[in-house]
């Protein structure tokens, strides 16, 4: 059978206070063309649909727009809440897209409650698929209680509740079915994207890749945003963002994985790259080189090589339309000012002309203008 591993997609982010839902529109097509294109038999989408636990009217729209499509032709569609997205949310389209052939899992369920899935692939092969929404600190202690049905010990660690879970929601594998897992979660020794929620990727969320039992012949994992596989007993791949999230994933090549997978033997994956979205890319310099920088299509960060001053900021956004994050470079930043005796003795505006000057901030018409309101105050 034939798996669109899919995760992050973090529909509805806002850069620097721009839209990009026309890019995830577009990414989202174009991984809906994918999914045809390949024939594939069943998506994986591994945690983080929305950006946010609030998304709005507009965002999910087009999320469960996405998830129809990907449904066409009768493909099995399984779905997991990531670290971003609201379990309750994904509850509540439970019901509604179940009814739709669509597999919706917002909070963590035993077993035989929708925590390993069974279904036949489109391509006959019965599968087995063990699904773990991501899980916080405070919610793997009551997973493992509904697991347990005691009273759970809270000294355990995250990694070992962790690899609990998996071990219960894969006891069902066997050697004639496609056994697959899918989590979202951090692994040591994983390569960050760059758009990670750091409270929710630092070491005491880590659980070990040996959570996975041999017998998995595919994990497909949500949350880092660069596309890596992760050394373990079994095929373990993170498919990354279709699209860069921010600025610290420009070197990311977006896309999703395609996975072959039969009983009995490990999957066989390959990288799709996806090229929809804008590119993010970093430049610098003066405003002088600034504009001769070709004007394309990309969402800049710029990095100005010149001293502050007044609609700095405003001349490099005129210059490069598609800026969207301007700043000095370290060289040009003010520096704090140091109080100099006899301050007291002199004026406000000595005083304001002092700290501009010392701070690299020096500007006429700014101290004219602290001239002016010196005066309606004072007068």
Not at 165 to 188: K, Q, R, Y
Not at 260 to 273: F, K, Q, Y
Not at 304 to 326: M, Y
Request: glycine fraction near 10%; charge should be negative; proline fraction near 6%.
């Amino acid at each position: 059978m034939k798996i669109l591993h899919t995760a992050d997609w973090h529909v509805g982010k806002v850069l620097k206070g721009r839209s990009r839902l026309d890019e995830h529109r577009a990414v989202l097509r174009e991984l809906v063309a994918a999914v045809r294109d390949h024939d594939v038999d069943a998506v994986i989408v591994a945690g983080d649909l929305f950006d946010t636990s609030a998304p709005t009217p507009e965002a999910q729209a087009l999320v469960l727009n996405a998830l129809m499509a990907l449904r066409g032709d009768g493909r099995d569609v399984v779905v997991l809440a990531g670290n971003h997205d609201n379990p309750q949310l994904l509850e509540v389209y439970r019901p509604v897209l179940g009814k739709l052939g669509l597999h919706v899992i917002g909070s963590f369920r035993r077993p035989d409650a929708g925590g390993t899935l069974a279904f036949t692939a489109r391509s006959g092969e019965p599968v087995r698929l063990a699904v773990l929404p991501f899980l916080s600190h405070r919610y793997v202690v009551r997973a493992a209680e509904v697991l347990a049905g005691t009273a759970a010990e809270h000294n355990r660690d995250y990694a070992a509740r962790i690899s609990e879970l998996i071990g219960a929601l894969t006891a069902g594998f066997h050697g004639d079915t496609v056994n697959l897992v899918t989590t979202h979660g951090t692994l040591p020794g994983g390569a960050f994207g760059g758009g990670e929620r750091q409270a929710q990727s630092i070491f005491s969320y880590y659980f070990e890749p040996t959570a996975f039992p041999p017998s998995t012949q595919y994990a497909a994992l949500g949350h880092l945003h660069r596309r890596q596989q992760i050394p373990g007993p079994c095929p373990i791949w993170y498919s990354g963002s279709p699209l860069a999230v921010d600025f610290g994933e420009e070197g990311n090549t977006p896309g999703a994985l395609l996975v072959e997978v039969t009983p009995g033997r490990p999957a066989v994956v390959r990288e799709l790259a996806f090229g929809s979205a804008r590119r993010l890319r970093t430049v610098r310099g003066t405003l002088e080189q600034l504009e001769g920088l070709e004007r394309g299509d990309d969402w800049l960060k710029v990095i100005v090589e010149e001293k502050p001053r007044v609609g700095l900021a405003d001349d490099v956004r005129e210059l490069l339309p598609g800026a969207v994050d301007v700043m000095l470079d370290e060289r040009f930043r003010p520096v704090p000012a140091t109080r100099r005796a006899g301050s007291a003795d002199r004026g406000a505006r000595e005083l304001f002309r002092e700290y501009l000057t010392a701070t690299g901030r020096h500007d006429d018409q700014v101290a004219a203008l602290f001239d002016r309101l010196h005066d309606e105050v004072t007068s």
